[in-house]
């Protein structure tokens, strides 16, 4: 008998621990699949897929979860709009900007945040700030170009280190006009 009170302590014990305990990874991938299954509003059987949490502590967690994707919506500050200020696109009279622009609002059977992406890469090749920008734009543009970078670097960068060396050597030649030797007339 006294063992199974000890057991019921220890459960309740640990059922007390997983109702105070913050959620983990794993919980809130759990928790966007079970959304993604059933929808916000269906708690009842979102707090069945985690039978140690009760039905108010899941919509707690469905709450703050969607006030921080309120909070996160958009960027006030790309770090994108320093590399514009760097000089890279000063000429934008390429018709890059135009497919750029052409793709962003043309490109229905592609997903949202494409066209968002395609609609920022047509802004920064303007040299225009970046407006509205989401978050998941901004880390799927930066995905990317890491992505092209380790792809495209190792195949040219022999080349690349050469031009580089060439500007370097031609930038500290030194030229000189030719040597003009003064004529000193003697006239005695």
């Not at 983990?24 to 079970?34: G, P, S, V, Y």
């Not at 509003?41 to 969607?66: C, G, Q, W």
């Not at 022999?158 to 000193?184: D, T």
Request: charged share 25%.
């Amino acid at each position: 008998m006294s063992d199974d009170i000890n057991q019921n302590s220890s459960q309740s014990n640990t059922n007390t621990y997983y109702k105070r305990k913050n959620w983990d990874e794993q919980e809130k991938t759990i928790l966007l699949r079970a959304l993604k299954k059933y929808g916000y509003k269906d708690i009842e059987n979102i707090a069945k897929e985690f039978p140690y949490k009760t039905p108010a502590a899941v919509r707690t967690m469905i709450n703050k979860l969607h006030l921080a994707a309120k909070k996160n919506y958009t960027v006030k500050k790309v770090q994108l709009d320093e590399w514009l200020k760097s000089g890279y696109f000063n000429n934008t009279d390429t018709m890059i900007p135009e497919a750029l622009k052409i793709i962003s609002e043309y490109n229905y059977f592609n997903k949202f945040y494409s066209r968002a992406l395609y609609d920022l890469l047509h802004r920064i090749t303007q040299g225009q700030p970046a407006v509205d920008v989401t978050q998941m734009t901004v880390e799927t543009l930066l995905y990317t170009l890491n992505q092209v970078t380790h792809e495209v670097w190792p195949s040219c960068e022999k080349q690349a280190y050469a031009y580089v060396e060439k500007l370097e050597q031609s930038k500290s030649r030194k030229v000189y006009p030719p040597h003009r030797s003064k004529r000193i007339n003697n006239t005695s």
